[in-house]
């Protein structure tokens, strides 16, 4: 919450955990079912940074299992308006462990939801969930049919959704503008090789015109002289 308002939006279909290969465990009821469990009471929201704590308690042989995702708000002058994205996820077990993964490409316009089938860090489902410490090694995550949005919340309802298989993202949306001024350079200067090779080639024929009259008053100067000479 922030000012009062919800600053994070999220849903999953299926939330699945595996520690050290042992039994897939599924956090989905305890995530978002009317009766759930999880406590979000430490979640904190900023106009630029934002902390969604989902805190599940005891779970199988797991002691106070928590589920931490860290969110931050960029403006991006490319593009002119705000993003949000996922920076990271992070595992909190057992009272000390920590398994930190950071995200790739998980961002959309605040404007907008993100959506993707799956977030995970399995290489099956694209990886992008990404170790960064040991204990991240010993466990495999995967959200279904994840969805979020963060810091520009007017409803209670998600907004349309950018799909991780197709939406813009400001360094693809920058690529194609460069492409595109490239195409436009390559393209006039295209237009001037041709152009020059056409004034080349009208030269080339005024030349050989010029030539061929020039040939011609010769020809007739000379029949001239010669009929001259035989008159005298």
Same mark, same amino acid.
């Given at each position: ?7 994070? &939006?999220?849903? *999953? ?15 989905? =009821? ?10 979000? $009471? ?9 902390t969604?704590? &989902?805190?599940?308690?005891?779970? @199988? ?10 969110? $931050? ?7 002119g ?10 595992l ?6 920590? *398994?930190?993964?950071n ?7 605040? $404007?907008?939801s ?39 919340i ?7 959704? $950018? ?7 400001? *360094? ?14 390559? *393209?006039?200067?295209?237009? &001037? ?10 030269? @080339? ?17 000379? &029949? =001239?002289?010669?009929? =001259?000479?035989n008159?005298?």
């Open positions: 919450m922030s000012s009062g308002q919800p600053c994070i &939006m999220f849903q *999953a279909r299926k939330v699945a955990l595996s520690y050290r290969q042992q039994k897939q465990l599924d956090l989905t =009821e305890q995530a978002f079912s009317p009766q759930k469990s999880v406590d979000t $009471s430490q979640s904190i929201c900023s106009h630029d940074r934002a969604l704590v &989902m805190k599940f308690g005891d779970v @199988e042989d797991l002691k106070g299992l928590s589920i931490r995702l860290q969110l $931050s708000n960029t403006f991006y002058e490319s593009s308006q705000w993003w949000f994205s996922v920076d990271s996820i992070s909190l077990f057992n009272t000390t462990g920590e *398994a930190v993964f995200v790739t490409e998980v961002y959309a316009p605040t $404007s907008s993100y959506h993707c089938l799956h977030v995970s860090n399995l290489q099956r489902h694209s990886a992008l969930l990404l170790p960064t410490n040991d204990p991240a090694h010993q466990w495999t995550v995967t959200f279904t049919d994840f969805q979020i949005q963060a810091f520009n007017t409803s209670s309802k998600f907004s349309a959704a $950018s799909d991780c298989a197709t939406f813009l993202t400001p *360094a693809i949306l920058m690529g194609l503008i460069t492409s595109l001024i490239l195409l436009l350079v390559l *393209a006039y200067g295209l237009h &001037m090789v041709i152009h020059l090779k056409h004034i080349e080639h009208n030269e @080339e024929q005024k030349a050989h015109i010029y030539f061929l009259q020039n040939a011609e008053q010769s020809d007739h100067g000379y &029949m =001239e002289n010669v009929k =001259e000479k008159i005298l």
